[in-house]
């Protein structure tokens, strides 16, 4: 398997303009999770999915920020629009949610710089 | 919700010398304990875990405990190596957190030659 697979890995943009986010997580997994990293605050939980469906919203920070997952292999996150606040690394990752097969793989992550 | 706190927040320790992490949490339903490493630039991974019907998990040179009384675990490093600098984070999993991994904010490691 080839991993958690995220696109794109660096992004350039300018305040105001859209921003989509894209991964695919491991085959097989059923929890798909986006998290936002900065030196300010960490490791940040935004969104999480079970079996594609929004389980808990509550670490998106505003309503620019909104994520889907529309099948099982696919997932972005979208800002809109964007402000040079969101400057930051977003990982997705995914796992089995299951009992033994808590283990959590990263993607490689996505260089967000908004200017 | 699970509350987690990881000390030290920053550790620099000799190579050859061993480092000791150690991460609190709060939710007594917790039952899975891992240990994620982040080098600079990379992605977290996960390095070690520890389930609660276990005490003590070792891998070479790195090592879990885990105390559920009193509600901590540790992340044990021996013979540290230059390559073991890095950030390493603890992300207890627990029902109560609706079986979510909740990330520390991490512990900070150098080794210096």
């Known amino acids: 398997d080839a991993g958690v697979i995220q696109s794109p890995r660096h992004e350039v943009t300018e305040m105001g303009q859209e921003v989509t986010l894209r991964c695919k997580p491991i085959?097989?997994?059923?929890?798909l999770f986006w998290y936002r990293q900065t030196m300010m605050r960490g490791l940040e939980l935004l969104i999480y999915?079970?079996?594609?469906?929004?389980?808990?919203d509550s670490g998106m920070p505003e309503d620019r920020f909104s994520a889907k997952m529309p099948n099982a292999s696919f997932s972005t996150l979208k800002i809109q629009p964007s402000e040079p606040r969101d400057s930051a690394v977003y990982f997705c990752?995914?796992?089995?949610?299951?009992?033994?097969?808590?283990?959590?793989?990263f993607g490689p992550g996505t260089r967000l710089l908004v200017l | 919700g699970e509350n987690v706190e990881q000390h030290p927040s920053t550790l620099s320790v000799q190579e050859g010398d061993s480092a000791v992490i150690k991460c609190t949490y709060s939710?007594?339903?917790?039952?899975?304990f891992p240990w994620y490493k982040q080098e600079l630039g990379k992605r977290p991974q996960l390095i070690i875990d520890?389930?609660?019907?276990?005490g003590e998990k070792k891998d070479q040179r790195i090592a879990v405990t885990l105390n559920k009384t009193a509600k901590h675990f540790s992340l044990h490093i021996t013979e540290t190596q230059p390559e073991d600098s890095a950030v390493y984070f603890c992300?207890?999993?627990?029902?109560?957190?609706?079986?979510?991994?909740?990330f520390g904010k991490g512990t900070k490691l150098s080794v210096k030659p």
């Open positions: 085959s097989g997994h059923n929890s």
């Open positions: 992300a207890p999993l627990g029902w109560g957190s609706q079986g979510n991994l909740i």
């Open positions: 990752a995914s796992r089995k949610n299951t009992v033994s097969q808590e283990t959590q793989y």
């Open positions: 999915f079970n079996n594609n469906v929004p389980i808990d």
């Open positions: 520890i389930r609660s019907n276990v």
């Open positions: 939710d007594s339903a917790s039952n899975y």
